[in-house]
């Protein structure tokens, strides 16, 4: 694409992006990194009025959720674990305001250090709206209600989405709340309902659920984690309900209504209809593309059936020069997957080599034990009809687990057989998340399960699980019986 200079006017640059999260923030850094004049438009505002750059993830999302696990875990371990280690702590106690102290604590830095990251870059960073026009030119309303119009050459459209609101169950604050509600309790309830075993219903039940709320989550699917490989859903359903998770599949929503103080929730699953009552009901059903005046009637861009904005796989609009990225388009809601957007996006721009693959995108669910996987799952393999092997290995038989005292779970390898193409990997486990990049690195780069195989991993790590799995998928492990 030809890829003219700005006049260099006040208003006038190379690229604008609309949008400052995961996906827009590195679009804007890595085009001014490319040489670039550019501007990055955010109206992100806090409860308590204040804006911050960072987008859903680092204010109400990845950042504070995992913040809070990190937390709840350690208390859990505390009541749960540390007897076995031979550690005896004596009235360990809650203060869930300090818990949320460090939480908003880790927020404010990590956006404050966009904001920083943004300017160290050149990139001018400006809070408020933006609405694309015509001709590229994005008409900016700053929170004080002053209005500029800037034009680029270059729009990359970054805005996101919002939590998806249940009819039978509307938001309202403070007892029917969505994640980001539920990220700010400021006690624990006693009773808390999930609607949705997704991954928000699995991770914020969890928080609260290690803290003793009695969680009950209603999932309408018949499934436990439909998405994901279910001979790791199976395990992780084990795992959940150890921990003292009720979640109940095949729950259809039906109403929620708020009575003295409590809400009752009413649904119907295979034996007829139910209620339960909780003190807070957390709806995490999904989320949908954000949109909401973002494109004037003249910009020419359009929107699917579901309300993302149609873009090609390399994330063209349709209209020249008009790019969108992240959540508000197709393929998974995750913050890597925009990040890795933005980053195509200005290096097309500026000429350079830039490409996605959607293929080799990593998942994390961040429980304990956590789950993680990329590439295709048993089932869709199977489906697929291609000739496959599956090596497993039980985190029981590593040294590393047991010394951590988390020996749940499992590493999973899926190859075909044949030219032996690494298809699918598959964890549950400690560290689960962080173990995962090495699966994703040996998909990215087209490797076998032998290379994995042999490729030395330090002992005793948690990294060996995945070279003992692709070695099982030979029935060659060293360190399990194979079978
Ligand atoms: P967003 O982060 O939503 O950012 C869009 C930004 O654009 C916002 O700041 C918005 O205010 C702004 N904006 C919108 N329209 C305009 C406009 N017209 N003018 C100016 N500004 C505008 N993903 C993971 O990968 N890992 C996780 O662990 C994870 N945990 C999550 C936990 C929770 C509770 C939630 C809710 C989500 C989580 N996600 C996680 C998903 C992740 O947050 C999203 O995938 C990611 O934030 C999407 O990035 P984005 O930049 O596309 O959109
Ligand atoms: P999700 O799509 O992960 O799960 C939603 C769940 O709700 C599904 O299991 C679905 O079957 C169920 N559901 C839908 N309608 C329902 C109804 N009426 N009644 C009962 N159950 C219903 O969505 P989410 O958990 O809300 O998360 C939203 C997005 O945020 C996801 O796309 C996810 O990728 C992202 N996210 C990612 C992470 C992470 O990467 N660790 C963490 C949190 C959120």
């Not at 696990?69 to 869930?96: M, P, Q, W």
């Not at 914020?204 to 209603?218: K, N, Q």
């Not at 988390?406 to 549950?428: C, N, P, R, S, T």
Request: charged residues 25%; glycine residues 12%.
């Amino acid at each position: 694409m030809k890829n003219e200079k700005s006049g260099g006017g006040a208003d006038s640059f190379d690229v604008v992006v609309i949008g400052g999260g995961p996906a827009g923030y590195p679009a804007a850094i890595r085009a001014a990194q490319n040489k670039l004049r550019v501007a990055c438009v955010d109206e992100w505002k806090n409860r308590d009025g204040s804006a911050a750059f960072g987008g859903t993830c680092l204010n109400a999302g990845c950042i504070p959720s995992k913040a809070l696990l990190e937390s709840t875990e350690l208390y859990h371990r505390v009541h749960e674990e540390f007897a076995a280690h031979g550690i005896k702590v004596g009235g360990a106690t809650l203060d869930v305001a300090q818990m949320q102290k460090r939480k908003n604590g880790i927020v404010r830095g990590m956006t404050q250090g966009i904001l920083a990251l943004l300017k160290a870059a050149g990139v001018t960073a400006l809070q408020g709206h933006g609405t694309l026009r015509a001709g590229r030119r994005v008409e900016f309303t700053a929170h004080d209600g002053t209005r500029r119009e800037l034009s680029a050459q270059h729009v990359v459209l970054a805005s996101g989405s919002v939590p998806i609101e249940l009819r039978s169950a509307p938001f309202k604050a403070p007892h029917i709340v969505d994640s980001w509600g539920a990220l700010d309790f400021e006690t624990v309830p006693k009773r808390l309902g999930v609607i949705g075993a997704g991954v928000i219903g699995l991770e914020l039940g969890s928080v609260w659920g290690r803290l003793g709320a009695e969680v009950v989550v209603l999932e309408a699917l018949p499934d436990f984690l439909a998405f994901a490989d279910q001979q790791l859903a199976r395990e992780a359903l084990k795992h959940f309900k150890k921990l003292g998770l009720d979640i109940r599949l095949g729950a259809k929503v039906t109403g929620a209504a708020l009575a003295r103080g409590a809400v009752e929730v009413s649904y119907e699953d295979a034996k007829g209809a139910q209620r339960i009552a909780v003190d807070r009901l957390v709806v995490a059903i999904g989320r949908r593309p954000y949109s909401q005046d973002l494109l004037g009637a003249d910009s020419g861009v359009t929107l699917d059936e579901r309300g993302f904005i149609r873009v090609d796989e390399a994330c063209r609009t349709g209209v020249e020069g008009v790019w969108a990225i992240g959540d508000c388009v197709r393929g998974p809601m995750l913050a890597h997957k925009g990040k890795e957007e933005g980053v195509m996006v200005a290096d097309l721009i500026a000429g350079r080599f830039g490409e996605v693959n959607y293929k080799v995108i990593p998942s994390v669910i961040y429980t304990a034990p956590e789950i993680a996987w990329v590439g295709l799952t048993e089932e869709q393999i199977k489906a697929s009809g291609r000739d496959y092997k599956s090596g497993v290995f039980p985190f029981l038989a590593s040294g590393r687990a047991r010394a951590l005292e988390q020996a749940a779970g499992f590493a999973k390898i899926l190859a075909a057989q044949g030219d032996d193409e690494i298809l699918g990997v598959h964890i549950i486990g400690p560290m689960a998340g962080e173990l995962i990049a090495e699966a994703v690195l040996a998909m990215e780069y087209s490797a076998s399960s032998e290379d994995l195989q042999r490729t030395i991993h330090a002992h005793p790590t948690l990294a060996e699980a995945l070279h003992e799995a692709a070695l099982a998928a030979d029935k060659r492990s060293i360190d399990s019986i194979n079978r």
